[in-house]
């Protein structure tokens, strides 16, 4: 059984500064790792997917991807109100995802 | 274009009964998943369907539930009888037959609650 570790939060951050969620993985030999985003009451939406170690930018979202530690990060700077949100971590094989439990974010502003 | 459309939104049974949730994919999307998440639990993979086959239903909790997908569009998902450990959000997904496994579309899922 693959797992996927999350602080559940709250995360709290104030407007404009970085909030960091992270995530850790039980399977080495996962390959794929995406974060969504869900606001309450609807359906989780993809900001980012990462497949290789290293670090991924997407305007103001960063996911960084470690194997070897089985870690895998995002960062949201200049976080704004309306980045409050649980964000989910997830991991792939195949055709199948495995999903955390999920970080609340709450940007103070 | 529309999206994934789930019905109904909510639904409050009582133990023992019946209850059948509804998933409408995006049009030509052949790959139709269900997940689900248990109250303060992670989402969790059901099943997986490849227009009206099942290709992979590992994830189904036990013989109370029951997925089809006729034809290959919509599909349903009964739960007979329901339990109250099957109380939660269901979601389903689709997404093209060649797309990449990040392209799935989520709706907005059934919250069911079994009292």
């Known amino acids: 059984q693959k797992e996927v570790e999350q602080n559940s939060g709250p995360l709290s951050v104030p407007e404009g500064a970085i909030a960091s969620l992270n995530c850790t993985y039980s399977?080495?030999?996962?390959?794929?790792f995406f974060w969504y985003r869900q606001y309450s009451g609807k359906s989780p939406e993809l900001i980012m997917f990462?497949?290789?170690?290293g670090d991924k930018e997407d305007g103001r979202f960063t996911a960084q991807l470690n194997k070897a530690s089985q870690y895998v990060s995002l960062l949201i700077r200049d976080s704004q109100p309306s980045d409050s949100a649980t964000y989910l971590c997830?991991?792939?094989?195949?055709?199948?995802?495995?999903f955390g439990t999920g970080t609340s974010l709450t940007v103070i502003p | 274009e529309a999206g994934v459309t789930q019905f109904p939104s909510h639904s409050v049974i009582e133990k023992g009964q019946t209850v059948t949730l509804r998933c409408d994919p995006i049009?030509?999307?052949?790959?139709l998943y269900w997940y689900r998440r248990v109250m303060g639990k992670e989402i969790k993979f059901l099943l997986h369907?490849?227009?009206?086959?099942?290709?992979?239903e590992s994830g189904m909790p036990n013989n109370r539930f029951l997925a089809e997908r006729t034809g290959g569009t919509y599909s349903t998902l009964k739960v007979q009888p329901a339990e109250l450990e099957d109380s939660g959000v269901y979601f389903c997904?689709?997404?093209?037959?060649?797309?990449?496994?990040?392209?799935?579309?989520f709706g907005p899922g059934t919250r069911l609650t079994v009292t």
């Open positions: 049009s030509g999307h052949d790959n």
């Open positions: 399977d080495r030999g996962s390959q794929s």
């Open positions: 369907f490849v227009k009206e086959s099942k290709q992979d």
């Open positions: 990462i497949y290789s170690n």
């Open positions: 997904a689709s997404s093209l037959l060649t797309a990449p496994a990040y392209e799935q579309y």
């Open positions: 997830a991991l792939n094989t195949g055709n199948q995802f495995y």
